[in-house]
């Protein structure tokens, strides 16, 4: 999995021009499935998310989770994110997981996550916008592959 870490003030989803679901101080999460993804890389992508201390303390350092500082997360799946631009000008995907594989997987992670901090989202393979106030900015790529 491949997941793109947002620190936020607030961020939203909207579907057909219609807010879909937002969220306020948190995380909005990118979120990308490769084929050879597994159960494994939930839990990982899970603890390292709920755990990173990727907020600012008292001494304005980056000391606290967003559990710490009771946040919520807003979940985007992104196929995106397995895009390949070696060859010529238009991305191939060929990296993501199937769909139905993605939207299994996806489904697991935010369950998951949710059993720690609210989990709000958007809906898998639908075209959405996002909005967000990036708090910092702070953005951290996450790759289960590489742990």
Do not use: C, H
């Not at 101080?25 to 084929?35: D, R, T």
Request: net charge negative; proline share 4%; aromatic share 6%.
């Amino acid at each position: 999995m491949k997941i793109v870490i947002q620190r936020v003030k607030q961020a939203s989803v909207s579907i057909d021009s219609k807010l879909y679901n937002q969220i306020q101080q948190g995380l909005l999460l990118l979120v990308g499935v490769a084929p050879d993804d597994a159960q494994e890389d939930v839990a990982y992508a899970v603890r390292k998310i709920t755990n990173m201390r990727i907020f600012s303390d008292d001494e304005d350092k980056m000391n606290l989770s967003v559990k710490d500082v009771n946040g919520e997360i807003l979940s985007i799946s992104q196929f995106t994110l397995y895009a390949d631009t070696k060859k010529g000008n238009r991305p191939a995907f060929t990296g993501a997981a199937k769909p139905n594989l993605a939207s299994q997987l996806y489904d697991d992670f935010n369950e998951l996550l949710s059993r720690e901090i609210p989990v709000k989202t958007g809906v898998f393979a639908a075209d959405m916008q996002v909005a967000l106030v990036n708090d910092g900015p702070v953005t951290i790529v996450l790759d289960t592959k590489k742990p």
